[in-house]
């Protein structure tokens, strides 16, 4: 058993307790190294990518494989993720580029991935709940503001509390951020909308960013050894035309067919995750 | 192994052909037959029951428990399955009453879940799509309107279909139906107010009316053979508020929680699966 699994329950108990502290970053590099020291010592396999431009591997143990990881995203070394945590702590992340970023956070989030993949049986969860609180950490960090789980709903006749994504409020005359985070969307993605449509509908349209971010779209077939991106991209501007507008989608791995959907109406802002880094302070000043 | 797993795969592809055929509507009797049949021959383990005026039982066979069913609901007997299927072929459902149609549904639908739950490991997908094409083809027969599975979607720059649930048009100067099926419906409820929302959208507001089918919401707890209910009557009463308008909501066995939405704003009408049979042809004079 690998001491990452460890190490992500005192994280998990860390962000539980403050979600912003520097023990819950240090937690997360533990994780990292002791995720990159265990896949340091195994086989990997090449895949067959039906990705134009992208290739990818598993890890392999014993009989096992774990899922798709993108090699050029990919950092054996654990260096980019303490260089990206030592500048979110120093409040120096102009000396690193979007790509870096994007490159720790993948690595991070995806050599945990793959090691419950390799030692547990079917625990989609472990690695959901890793991601959700790693990236809701990051950004608040980067933000200085800790996250709600929920928020009173106005009501004419008894108050109500909604529970909702992560929100983001830095104050008055600030945009709050909503956040929904996910290791892959499917088609349960339009519950992000959906919620966004809520928030319009309470607080009025424009008063939260919508900000998604997600993992990878990958799929790996565990028979022929071939990875491909699953995406809806008509049905997310039917969603973005009809439901609500979603201000950013920020990806670690940016799945090909979503990147031209900035080109055409309903432009949709799909993104490498570690842009939101650099941009977050000039985000919302156009509403 | 039961013959109504043999018999469902058989009305699955008389289904996938012709929606609402006399021979479909054959296979569901069929089915109830021989689901009543390989249930009789079992004990029943009484269910401590946290609905209050709700008695629960469950199937067993060995050490395994079939899902929780009402038995007010629950008719041994398929009689009246079969009266219903007749009054729906001979189109004389005003003999029948309400309840005797909710009856009848339910015990389709629930005998054939538990030979499942005996039957197979972990199996939901076989339950969720029998009870999805039976209510799919009691719609069509009643309203003798073939279903669709997606429509088109004006776009200025490039035409594009969009995939729904189940779609009934009975015509010009008809109100359209948008009608999703659900065994229960838990958080993943909020697609059906977002799809009905793009449906508004693209269409027009009161174009299609919104109809949702469930089965039911009990939830049995193997350890402690308890049965509750799970309901979230506020975040449904949120999305009607803020995203869309559901017509109507039809359980074959109504969860407590939600019968007094259509006692205060926003009113959501909530009733027995029965009655749709009764109001259908009045149901959307108001739009």
Redesign the interface.
């Given at each position: 058993m690998s001491k990452a699994l460890d190490l992500y329950k005192e994280f998990a108990k860390e962000f539980n307790k403050d979600r912003r502290s520097e023990l819950a970053s240090q937690k997360i590099l533990e994780i990292g190294q002791e995720s990159l020291a265990y896949l340091s010592k195994l086989n990997r396999r090449n895949l067959q990518s039906k990705v134009t431009g992208k290739e990818y591997f598993s890890f392999k143990k014993a009989r096992k494989l774990s899922r798709a990881v993108n090699k050029a995203l990919f950092d054996e070394s654990a260096g980019k993720l303490f260089n990206f945590l030592e500048a979110l702590r120093l409040n120096s992340l102009s000396r690193l580029t979007p790509e870096e970023i994007t490159q720790a956070c993948y690595t991070a989030a995806i050599s945990f991935s793959c090691v419950v993949d390799l030692e547990k049986q079917g625990d989609q969860k472990t690695p959901g709940t890793f991601f959700e609180y790693f990236v809701c950490h990051l950004v608040a960090r980067r933000l200085g503001v800790d996250p709600q789980k929920k928020i009173e709903?106005l009501n004419?006749?008894r108050p109500?509390s909604?529970?909702t994504d992560w929100i983001f409020d830095p104050g008055a005359h600030h945009p709050k951020i909503h956040l929904p985070v996910k290791t892959s969307t499917r088609e349960?993605v339009?519950?992000v909308?959906?919620?966004q449509?809520?928030l319009?509908?309470?607080y009025g349209v424009g008063r939260f960013m919508g900000i998604l971010v997600c993992l990878a779209e990958t799929k790996l077939d565990h028979q022929k050894l071939e990875v491909v991106e699953i995406c809806l991209p008509?049905?997310w501007r039917?969603?973005q035309?009809?439901?609500s507008k979603m201000k950013r989608i920020y990806y670690l791995d940016l799945p090909k067919p979503y990147e031209p959907l900035n080109q055409?109406?309903p432009r949709i802002q799909v993104r490498p995750f570690g842009e939101f880094f650099h941009e977050v302070e000039t985000l919302g000043k156009d509403e």
């Open positions: 709903v004419l006749d109500f909604l529970p349960r339009i519950q909308w959906a919620h449509r809520v319009d509908g309470v008509d049905q039917i969603y035309m009809f439901i055409s109406f």
